[in-house]
């Protein structure tokens, strides 16, 4: 079990860019599944990217071509990168390392 802290998040407008973080507290060279969700308002949480060595790299449809998920094993750190952001991708983002979850970040894309 991992704990996990993430930075990135905040209010930006529609076609602006963020890239969020999701520190782990030990490394995380053995940890194969990584991803980001994300729960909008009214709604149940999402996948948006996901990476492993058996699926390669998943997005949810409506992300595909701006944002990208990255991993530094070296500062044991997850990203998701996001660009052309806009107020549909409102929501509170969550990393998840094989089960355990981050606290999450508000991201708010006003128009």
């Known amino acids: 079990q991992v704990h996990l802290v993430q930075s990135g998040g905040g209010l930006v407008q529609s076609g602006e860019s963020l890239r969020l973080s999701c520190v782990a507290s030990?490394?995380?060279?053995?940890?194969?599944?990584m991803g980001w969700y994300r729960q909008r308002s009214g709604k149940q949480r999402e996948l948006v990217a996901l990476?492993?060595?058996?699926?390669?790299?998943i997005y949810t449809d409506s992300v595909k071509g701006r944002f990208t998920i990255s991993r530094d094993n070296s500062k044991n750190t997850l990203y998701l990168q996001m660009n052309d952001l806009a107020p549909e991708d409102t929501g509170v983002y969550f990393c998840?390392?094989?089960?355990?979850w981050g606290e999450g970040t508000q991201v708010t894309v006003s128009s």
């Open positions: 030990g490394s995380i060279l053995g940890i194969d599944a």
């Open positions: 998840n390392m094989q089960g355990d």
């Open positions: 990476s492993s060595s058996g699926s390669g790299t």
